[in-house]
């Protein structure tokens, strides 16, 4: 199985996190890449699989089922009461223990907690290299090396880097930053139980409870629509506007660096290179310019609508529809034809000019 692509499955509450399914759609270019190398240059061994490990106390079934049908050949499975909670220390030795003996060429997780946690620890036991926070991934057909493009020097450029030295190849991808491949009930695959020793799934860590986000906090990544402020807004109390907006059209709100850094809103809400990539089918951005790290975040989604009074907005560039206007103006205007088309737009709290 040597020169395989690997992910790394997510499993939550008995359930397989989104990322599980998005990491797939990477893997899968990855390995049919390194497969159409391997014959052409008729290399040695079998041919490369896309695999991916699942570690849980209990799978979810349907979900490893769902992964083939999504385009793994391979699903690794290890179950055990001792792989209960995603810690780092025993994760990252299982890991260890099965790829010394597979030995993959490319190991993929989502930057998720999880992922920014493992994968630099799990990098350093298997005397390896990391790239975090990738948005590009190929293969270098003359090398068969991985190039991993991330943003770098603040967004501002994009850095390809290679592992030529060292196996596997180890990087992480955003989540929502890119979708599942479709599901194809015919294809086939192999699920395979693997068993750890039990003392490598032991740790160090006493996992002593999980606390959850505010609800209103957590959801942005999840949203199917996300309505989104920047520094037009000109100051906290006119997020008031986008949340009526959002409450009528049941979306979540984001925001702009500069509004979370101005203490607008939360972070949680921090939509962007450093904060969430969001992919809803709606993304409505409101006095947001549109600085590359922002658009790194957002310019996924399916239809993007931008108000800003700057024609010269980069936001424009990606958008599918622009209004050039004072978003104060736009705003009512817009809530109040959605109230005539059926909309529940809450009241606004106070009157006045809101600016």
């Known amino acids: 199985m040597s020169g395989s692509v690997w992910t790394v499955a997510e499993q939550y509450d008995g359930r397989l996190r989104s990322i599980s399914f998005e990491l797939l759609a990477r893997g899968r270019s990855l390995a049919d890449k390194l497969a159409t190398r391997h014959r052409k240059l008729d290399l040695p061994g079998a041919r490369p699989e896309l695999c991916v490990l699942v570690l849980a106390e209990k799978a979810d079934a349907a979900g490893v089922k769902e992964l083939i049908e999504r385009g793994a050949d391979r699903v690794f499975v290890a179950e055990s009461p001792l792989l209960r909670h995603p810690t780092v220390e025993p994760y990252a030795k299982v890991m260890e223990w099965l790829a010394r003996d597979r030995k993959p060429d490319v190991i993929l997780a989502g ?100 606390r959850a986000m505010p609800q209103n906090e957590g959801s942005i990544q999840e949203a199917d629509k996300v309505v989104a402020g920047g520094r037009g807004l000109k100051k906290a109390d006119n997020f008031a506007l986008l949340q009526r907006l959002a409450s009528g059209l049941g979306a979540a709100v984001g925001a702009s660096r500069e509004a979370v850094d101005r203490g607008w809103t939360t972070y949680p809400r921090q939509v962007g290179l450093s904060g969430k990539t969001v992919t809803p089918r709606l993304y409505m951005a409101f006095g947001i310019s549109g600085a590359i790290q922002h658009l790194a975040g957002m310019k996924t989604a399916e239809t993007i609508v931008a108000v800003n009074n700057d024609p010269d907005a980069q936001i424009f560039q990606v958008a599918d529809f622009n209004v050039v206007g004072d978003l104060f103006e736009f705003l009512p205007a817009f809530m109040a034809e959605l109230q005539r088309r059926g909309k529940a737009i809450p009241a606004a709290q106070s009157s006045g000019k809101q600016a």
């Open 111 to 210: 930057a998720t907690s999880l992922g920014r946690a493992l994968m630099p620890y799990l990098a350093v036991r298997l005397t390896t290299g990391l790239t975090a926070d990738c948005t590009g991934l190929d293969i270098d057909e003359e090398t068969g090396n991985l190039d991993q493009t991330r943003p770098a020097i603040g967004g501002n450029i994009m850095a390809t880097i290679i592992t030529a030295r060292h196996r596997p190849q180890m990087a992480s991808v955003r989540p929502h930053s890119t979708r599942p491949p479709d599901r194809d009930p015919s294809r086939a695959g192999i699920i395979e139980a693997i068993h750890p020793p039990d003392e490598l799934m032991r740790s160090r860590v006493e996992w002593t409870g999980f």
